[in-house]
């Protein structure tokens, strides 16, 4: 379940086996609040607790316009002997495996603080840091 907190407009979430974009929430005063999704161009009406994050693999840090970096021990740069997830056009670094998963994370930078292992969490960062969305295709 997702924090409802955490959902902006554009989100994707994970509803059953599909992915879908976070349009709104629509609150119910007797009930639970509803998501509004869309799903293939139609919207989708769904109880908000039954949203779940998608999680980050390799082929969804490419549509955030990640790569994969290893970077060997004794260089130079600041990234010298950790792998990382680089986002050239923005110049953001997650450090992490390329299996990404609860047990392994992405951090922000070198601050452990900040994990991630959800696309609308990254999706979010990005936002946050450079005031420009991702566009999903």
């Not at 979430?13 to 639970?32: P, Q, R, Y």
């Not at 994969?68 to 923005?90: C, I, L, R």
Request: hydrophobic share 35%; net charge neutral.
């Amino acid at each position: 379940m997702i924090n409802q907190e955490e959902l902006r407009k554009g989100n994707l979430v994970m509803h059953g086996n599909d992915v879908c974009t976070f349009l709104s929430i629509k609150e119910n005063t007797n009930a639970i609040d509803e998501a509004v999704l869309s799903f293939n161009g139609e919207k989708r009406y769904v109880e908000i607790n039954s949203l779940r994050g998608v999680c980050l693999n390799p082929k969804w840090m490419d549509v955030l316009g990640f790569k994969y970096k290893t970077s060997g021990a004794g260089g130079t740069d600041m990234w010298s002997g950790y792998n990382f997830w680089e986002n050239h056009e923005f110049k953001i670094y997650l450090l992490g495996h390329k299996k990404i998963s609860k047990e392994y994370p992405l951090y922000y930078d070198r601050c452990y603080d900040f994990k991630f292992i959800y696309f609308h969490e990254v999706q979010n960062l990005i936002l946050a840091l450079t005031k420009k969305d991702i566009k999903i295709t």
